[in-house]
């Protein structure tokens, strides 16, 4: 890891926060929330909340909070980064440039009112 430079530091962390934003928030990934929350419906409003007890609370605990599950994802792209560097950073790269798609067409919505 001699060669860790701040722009590999800017990639991975562009990348953390998409694969964070993934796991805790995007749809595509309902699926492996599912096992782990409840959503709780009071007076119109839908919240999510972990399971009551054992393993299923604890994992749902760590996926409803986006700043647990962002450490894990940032361990999980630094040991792909070190231990599988060719698939690493294949992986970080995509994820890295998702994330400034997504910032840019937030602020573009935004500035158009959208």
Known sequence: ME??????LIV????SFRLTRIIVFDKITEFIRAPFLDEIEENGDVYVV???????????????CYWCTGIWASAG???????LPKVGIAVILIFAVAA???IIETI???LLGS
């Open 100 to 102: 400034i798609g997504g």
């Open 77 to 83: 792209l630094l040991g792909m980064y070190v231990f």
């Open 50 to 64: 972990p399971k009551p007890s054992g393993l299923k609370k604890w994992i749902g605990e760590l996926l409803s």
């Open 108 to 110: 573009i919505g935004r």
């Open 12 to 15: 991975m962390g562009l990348a």
């Open 3 to 8: 060669n860790f430079t701040l722009e590999l």
